[in-house]
């Protein structure tokens, strides 16, 4: 990969968000049904906790493919950077910056 992270990358990486904020979603409601819920454990509420215990699972699931996907990432770009800081090291050193050390100066306060 020549570039910085290309769009196809962003947009997986969109979509990845996009299916772990709709999950978090049906969390939410499902959590929402338990907490209206007036009658105490029976088997309904058993069942929805059991779903979002299967909707947490595969949100973990999505952090931990987000977190190799910025980990990836990360090392690309910190190798990038040190590619560069390198560069510039060497540059320095074969051709350093030298003052002009000849030109005109021309006084103006006379």
Do not use: C, W
Not at 9 to 27: F, I, P
């Amino acid at each position: 990969m020549s570039g910085a992270i290309g769009d196809d990358e962003v947009n997986d990486l969109d979509a990845l968000l996009t299916k772990r904020q709709e999950l978090m979603g049906q969390v939410d409601e499902l959590d929402q049904q338990i907490s209206l819920s007036t009658v105490p454990e029976n088997k309904q509420i058993q069942d929805l906790k059991l779903q979002i215990q299967v909707i947490i699972k595969e949100v973990i699931a999505l952090d931990a493919q987000h977190k190799e996907n910025i980990m990836k990432t990360q090392a690309l770009i910190k190798g990038k950077i040190k590619d560069v800081m390198n560069r510039k090291v060497i540059q320095q050193a074969y051709y350093p910056y030298q003052r002009q050390s000849n030109g005109y100066f021309i006084d103006n306060k006379k």
